[in-house]
């Protein structure tokens, strides 16, 4: 899974992106709101965590250009505005939520965990599929429950093909979902960790589907 920090205070943008790795999320960061406009409109996340008071371009104009140009991936409001005024103009500009500063880190991270699922129609934070079991607030992989010791990128891989049971994975998306925009990109690694996923959780889990991608069964 991928994210986009926007958040102009360096500090907060430490700790913040520190967390979401720490999730196994992929992370990307702007620090104005004109650069946040271009890597939301060029690049792929599952989720942005957006403040609003922002250098060159506001984030509630940055989130309303989104959404005019149809993206429409979740994005949680942060930032020091608290009023429930403030809270509405959010929503109504297309926030999937909205938290005030100054906040606890565990609310945040809770509240990014329940955006992600809801976009892929989950409700809880334990993904069950077959015989494997995926603790998103943990980042912990369980098959038979017993765990299963992963890399970062191993951990994404299985992250987003268990958000997606059961349906083909493309190569070019499997990419866009589990590197940051400053990683060197490498399809070819993909089918690395594809071969060492397989060796952890069995030969036949995760299916090859010539010329389209890879599908995790769900039997």
């Known amino acids: 899974m991928r994210a986009l920090l926007v958040e102009d205070e360096p500090t907060l943008a430490a700790q913040v992106r520190a967390a979401l790795e720490d999730a196994g999320l992929a992370v990307d960061h702007a620090s104005d709101g004109a650069q946040a406009h271009v890597m939301g409109g060029t690049e792929t996340y599952d989720v942005v965590v957006l403040d609003l008071g922002l250098p060159a371009l506001d984030g509630l104009s940055v989130l309303k250009r989104w959404r005019a140009e149809g993206i429409g991936m979740p994005v949680l409001i942060l930032t020091a505005r608290d009023s429930w005024t403030d809270k509405v103009e959010g929503i109504d500009a297309g926030a999937d939520d909205y ?18 699922r809801r976009a892929h129609g989950f409700a809880s934070s334990i993904l069950e599929v077959g015989n494997l079991s995926l603790d998103t607030r943990r980042a912990q992989l ?72 890879y599908r995790l069964r769900e039997d």
């Open 142 to 213: 369980l098959r038979d429950g017993r765990p299963v010791a992963l890399t970062s990128h191993e951990y994404r891989v299985i992250a987003y093909l268990m958000h997606h049971p059961g349906k083909v994975v493309s190569q070019a998306d499997l990419v866009e979902h589990i590197y940051a925009q400053d990683f060197d990109r490498d399809s070819n690694t993909i089918e690395v960790f594809i071969g060492r996923l397989r060796r952890k959780l069995g030969a036949d889990r995760i299916e090859t589907v010539r010329g389209l991608g």
């Open 99 to 116: 938290l005030a500063k100054p906040f606890q880190m565990p609310e945040l991270m809770a509240r990014v965990r329940a955006l992600i």
